[in-house]
């Protein structure tokens, strides 16, 4: 298996502008997390998906924020409009079950201008 | 709200020593730990998930161990090697809130030849 897979890995964009970040999960898996990672705040969760359906999305900083999850191949975590303060690494990870291990991808280097 | 605290946040051993990271609690009605490493730029790695019901796991050179009721896990590494230098997170999932994950801010392990 390809493990998950995150696109782009780096986005570099001017504030205010639209970003979209891609995530594909392990297949088979049926739970999806998309988490930031700062120096300042370490890893934080945004939300998560159960077989699609977002579960808690308590995490996403502001209405700025969105995720979806069209089917269990595909997630987007879309920023709109961007600021420099969402400049990050942001990971996507997936698991099988509640209770199973998290695999994360790679991350997106997000920076904004 | 779980607090998660990584003891030491640095630490730097001679290449073949044994060594113990720590990582603390707050909430002991836990569903399962997990230690994951990060390589510098990269997602984070898997290494071991204890179930609430466990008391440890091993795999390889690794050892984790979990105290609920002192909140309290331990990963103990044997031998160490330079490419065990990365940094080392542990990660919560408490009862009653899905599959939601706290993080601790890690412990940076370099290991020197």
């Known amino acids: 298996d390809a493990g998950v897979i995150q696109s782009p890995r780096h986005e570099v964009t001017e504030m205010g502008q639209e970003v979209t970040l891609r995530c594909k999960p392990i297949s088979g898996h049926n739970s999806l997390f998309w988490y930031r990672q700062t120096m300042m705040r370490g890893l934080e969760l945004l939300i998560y998906f159960n077989n699609n359906v977002p579960i808690d999305d308590s995490g996403m900083p502001e209405d700025r924020f969105s995720a979806k999850m069209p089917n269990a191949s595909f997630s987007t975590l879309k920023i709109q409009p961007s600021e420099p303060r969402d400049s990050a690494v942001y990971f996507c990870?997936?698991?099988?079950?509640?209770?199973?291990?998290?695999?994360f991808g790679p991350g997106t280097r997000l920076t904004v201008l | 709200k779980q607090e998660v605290t990584q003891i030491p946040a640095a630490l730097s051993v001679p290449e073949g020593e044994n060594l113990v990271l720590n990582c603390s609690f707050t909430d002991s009605a836990i569903y399962n730990l997990q230690w994951f490493r990060q390589d510098p730029g990269k997602g984070l790695t898997s290494l071991l998930l204890i179930q609430s019901s466990q008391r440890e796991q091993t795999s390889g050179r690794l050892n984790a161990s979990l105290d609920k009721s002192s909140g309290r896990s331990t990963l103990y590494i044997a031998a160490s090697q330079p490419g065990d230098s990365a940094t080392y997170l542990c990660a919560v999932k408490i009862m009653n809130t899905g599959n939601q994950f706290y993080f601790g801010t890690g412990t940076s392990l370099t290991v020197i030849p």
């Open positions: 990870a997936s698991s099988f079950a509640d209770r199973g291990k998290q695999f």
